[in-house]
C-alpha cells in the first residue's frame, strides 16, 4: 500500500515561510486558514480539548469547523519538520483524504497550514482543519452510561477497522476517544476515526491486526461482537481473533472482564 498523497486538485497557497493547502471543496477557506495563528492567540473559539495540542470549535462563512493546533515541537525537531518530515497537520490531512477514499468515515477535512520561522527552516506551528463530525458520540461513553445502540455500532468498528487493514493500514492511536459514532440526517450509523497523523502503513496478519485493538476498551462481550466481525470481513477464524484481542488487550493493563 503506498504512502497517501494529497489529492491532485488540492489548492496550494505559498511555498516559505508557510504552507497552505486547502480542499478544493472549501477553497473559499483559505483566508480562515492563513487567520489561524491570531484567531487561536485571541482565544476565538469554543475549546473542547486542551492538552499537548489543542482542539477549538469555531464558525466561520455559515460553518462549523474544527480546528486543531499541533503543538510547537522541540528545538531539533523543528528543523526536521522543517526540512525532512510532513508536519501532523500534513499528514492528518492526507490521510483523513485517503480514508474517505477507501469509504472510512472521518470528518470532512477543509486543509491544513504550517507556519515556519522568518527564513523559512525552523517548523514553528501547524493546524489542521475539518468541518464538525455529525458524530455526537465516542467509544469511550460505552463506559459512562447505558447505550442500546452498543453492539450495532461495536459490530460497525470490527468492519471499519477490517476494511482499514485490508488496506495496509493500522491506526496507531486507536484509543477509546478516537472513535466517533452517530447518525446521520437520515438516520443511518456512522463511524468516524479522528486523531489521524499516525497511520502505519504495511501487510497486517491476524495477529497485527487483532494487536490494533489492543488500546480499546472492552468487556469478553464486547470483544466478542468485534472479533465476529473483523474475522468475518478478513477471513480469520472468530474465536482466534476474540482470543487474540482479550490477550493482547490484557498487556495493556485493561480488564478484560469487567467495564474495563
Same mark, same amino acid.
Given at each position: 500500500m503506498k504512502r497517501p498523497t494529497l489529492p491532485r486538485s488540492a489548492h496550494h497557497y505559498g511555498l516559505h515561510p508557510d504552507t497552505l493547502v486547502v480542499h478544493p471543496d472549501y477553497a473559499h477557506l483559505a483566508p480562515f486558514l492563513r487567520s489561524l495563528p491570531q484567531r487561536m492567540a485571541r482565544g476565538e473559539g469554543e475549546v473542547i480539548h486542551r492538552g499537548r495540542n489543542e482542539l477549538r470549535i469555531m464558525h466561520y462563512d455559515g460553518l462549523d469547523l474544527v480546528v486543531k493546533a499541533f503543538h510547537r515541537p522541540h528545538v531539533i525537531n523543528r528543523f526536521v519538520y522543517g526540512t525532512l518530515r510532513a508536519s501532523k497537520a500534513k499528514r492528518s490531512y492526507a490521510n483523513a483524504c485517503l480514508l474517505l477514499d477507501l469509504g472510512i468515515g472521518t470528518p470532512q477535512p477543509v486543509g491544513y497550514y504550517n507556519v515556519r520561522s522568518t527564513l523559512g527552516l525552523a517548523f514553528d506551528k501547524s493546524y489542521f482543519v475539518t468541518l464538525r463530525s455529525v458524530c455526537t458520540h465516542r467509544y469511550e461513553e460505552f463506559f459512562e452510561h447505558d447505550m442500546p445502540e452498543m453492539p450495532d455500532v461495536l459490530r460497525a468498528i470490527g468492519h471499519i477497522t477490517a476494511r482499514l487493514h485490508e488496506a495496509g493500514l493500522a491506526h496507531k492511536d486507536y484509543g477509546r476517544a478516537n472513535i466517533l459514532f452517530g447518525y446521520d440526517k437520515d438516520g443511518q450509523l456512522r463511524i468516524e476515526l479522528? =486523531? $489521524?497523523?499516525? !497511520? &502505519? @502503513?504495511? %501487510? $497486517? =496478519?491476524? @495477529? &497485527?491486526?487483532?494487536?490494533?485493538? +489492543?488500546? $480499546?476498551? &472492552?468487556? %469478553? +462481550? !464486547? @470483544?466478542r461482537l468485534m472479533a465476529e466481525t473483523y474475522a468475518a470481513d478478513r477471513g480469520f477464524d472468530a474465536d482466534e481473533c476474540f482470543r487474540l484481542m482479550q490477550q493482547y488487550r490484557s498487556t495493556q493493563g485493561g480488564k478484560v472482564d469487567g467495564k474495563y
Open positions: 479522528v =486523531d $489521524l497523523n499516525r !497511520m &502505519a @502503513h504495511g %501487510p $497486517l =496478519d491476524i @495477529h &497485527a491486526g487483532c494487536k490494533n485493538f +489492543e488500546r $480499546l476498551p &472492552a468487556t %469478553p +462481550e !464486547m @470483544h
